[in-house]
């Protein structure tokens, strides 16, 4: 194959609207594993099986596309692109791809992916932002925040704004790492926001610890001529933190929303 086809198709699969077709393409054409089609196939399959899989519904994998997955999780690892949250709960260490190193602290998806992200919600480098650090649990994330009193609107009340704030970022995070795991990206897709309907049920005061829970509902995919757009519906609810050992505290706010897959990675 001549090096300027080589360096078209590449191109043509970094594409975010292009990726399905290339997929399709290369597994179609590719299947002679001597063929260097075959190897250029390889070479790329971590981003091209990932919107193969990305296309699928939220049924249960069966073992042939888990053993394809870990295979994926397997070639990113290889790059050292797995995992940078150490995280006990990524599927390449779910699935044994990669191990813990003992003694590594566990990062935030937002310090892990997006270290310099100015996001007044959740960006890590914003100079006087929210510093919202979701960390993973099963089906989602879950982080422990306390609002300052400066973001009071009336005494003991802080503004509906800075929990629909809270509630805005981490669902859309919740939204791409569940995108991110189940296409076995290196980096979570940008996702942005659709629709959120929020149950204020109780007033959320400020300089207490609250619990934001965030947990995918489900995934699906609308299909356009040659696009794949996913969208993840996620449920969302703040709570009083409970102690250590005590069950969920007082539900403060409620949120079901929507968000949809814009094409490239969050983080480049």
Not at 4 to 11: E, R, T
Not at 15 to 42: D, E, F, H, I, V
Not at 106 to 123: K, N
Not at 226 to 232: C, E, L, N, Q
Request: proline share 8%.
């Amino acid at each position: 194959m001549s090096r300027p086809l080589v360096m078209l198709l590449q191109q043509a699969a970094l594409a975010p609207n292009n990726m399905n077709m290339m997929a399709r393409m290369m597994g179609t054409l590719a299947q002679s594993n001597a063929s260097p089609l075959y190897q250029l196939r390889n070479s790329w399959n971590p981003l091209l099986a990932a919107r193969e899989y990305s296309t699928q519904n939220s049924a249960p994998f069966g073992p042939q596309v888990l053993q394809d997955t870990k295979a994926q999780w397997q070639a990113l690892a290889g790059a050292g692109q797995v995992n940078p949250c150490h995280s006990k709960l990524h599927p390449a260490v779910v699935t044994g791809v990669v191990a813990l190193p003992e003694g590594d602290v566990e990062l935030s998806v937002q310090e892990a992916y997006t270290p310099r992200g100015t996001c007044f919600g959740c960006g890590p480098s914003h100079p006087d932002g929210l510093h919202l650090r979701s960390m993973r649990i099963k089906n989602g994330l879950e982080a422990v925040v306390q609002l300052d009193r400066k973001y009071v609107a009336f005494p003991g009340i802080v503004n509906g704004g800075i929990v629909g704030a809270l509630i805005d970022c981490h669902a859309n995070w919740a939204a791409s790492v569940a995108l991110m795991d189940r296409a076995c990206l290196p980096k979570p897709p940008l996702t942005l926001t659709a629709s959120t309907l929020t149950n204020f049920k109780a007033p959320t005061p400020p300089g207490v610890l609250l619990l934001v829970r965030s947990l995918v509902v489900s995934i699906k995919d609308s299909r356009q001529p040659g696009i794949v757009r996913a969208s993840v519906e996620v449920e969302t609810t703040i709570h009083l933190k409970p102690n250590e050992g005590e069950a969920l505290g007082k539900v403060l706010v409620q949120s079901k929303s929507v968000h949809k897959r814009m094409g490239a990675l969050r983080a480049l």
